[in-house]
């Protein structure tokens, strides 16, 4: 069974600090997704990492990826209120095209 | 360019009711998802289309499910009967085609079985 499992769940932080999300999965897979979700919106793509060693940055955030220890990380530095959303990460399903298996997300509050 | 568009936004019904989700895709993708999102979880596949064709639709609960894309373009999820459990929210996604692994998500349907 393809597991995505995501660490922490729920993570509050202060503004400023650093922070790093966790996600393992139990399929080889060479592509690994992070998707941000807001309260009663729907998912916008972060970030698709593409090979072993993949590191992608977009302003505060940033994503690498293990496919041999099948790890995946989205660094948070100096972390705003504007981060506070709910992070996805995300695999293809084997033989099922690029359709996706999402862990279940990190809820993320940034507090002042 | 217009994203994907999914109506109705919120659907209130009671159990036992049909319902219907209505999808259409960015203009010119091939390939459309249906998802359910439970509340707390990451969404889930449902289905899978190419053009008018059901691809993978191994997670779909056929007793009280079905989909259908019948010219390769809009697509319409039902449930009939609807459960207490079917509450969630059904996210539409499309890609270009099956070799594209970018996917752009619609902004969902609610759905709350009473």
């Known amino acids: 069974e393809l597991k995505v499992e995501q660490n922490p769940l729920f993570l509050s932080m202060q503004e400023g600090k650093n922070y790093t999300i966790y996600c393992n999965y139990s399929?080889?897979?060479?592509?690994l997704y992070w998707y941000r979700q807001d309260p009663g919106k729907s998912l916008e793509s972060l970030f698709v990492l593409l090979s072993n060693g993949a590191v992608k940055q977009e302003g505060r955030l940033m994503a690498s990826l293990d496919t041999k220890a099948r790890l995946n990380t989205l660094h948070i530095t100096a972390a705003v209120h504007d981060l506070s959303a709910t992070y996805f990460c995300?695999?293809?399903?084997?033989?099922?095209?690029?359709?996706?298996?999402f862990g279940k997300g990190t809820s993320l509050l940034v507090t002042p | 360019e217009a994203g994907v568009v999914q109506s109705p936004r919120y659907k209130i019904i009671e159990k036992k009711q049909p319902v219907a989700f209505w999808c259409n895709p960015i203009?010119?993708?091939?390939?459309l998802y249906w998802y359910l999102q439970n509340l707390g979880q990451g969404p889930e596949l449902l289905i899978r289309y190419e053009n008018e064709e059901a691809v993978d639709d191994s997670q779909l609960p056929k007793d009280r499910f079905s989909a259908e894309r019948l010219k390769g373009v809009d697509s319409t999820l039902k449930i009939q009967p609807a459960e207490l459990g079917d509450s969630a929210v059904y996210l539409c996604?499309?890609?270009?085609?099956?070799?594209?692994?970018?996917?752009?998500f619609g902004p969902g349907t609610r759905l709350t079985v009473t």
């Open positions: 399929t080889t897979s060479d592509r």
């Open positions: 996604a499309s890609s270009p085609d099956r070799d594209s692994y970018e996917q752009y």
């Open positions: 995300a695999v293809d399903i084997p033989n099922s095209g690029y359709a996706l298996n």
């Open positions: 203009s010119g993708h091939n390939t």
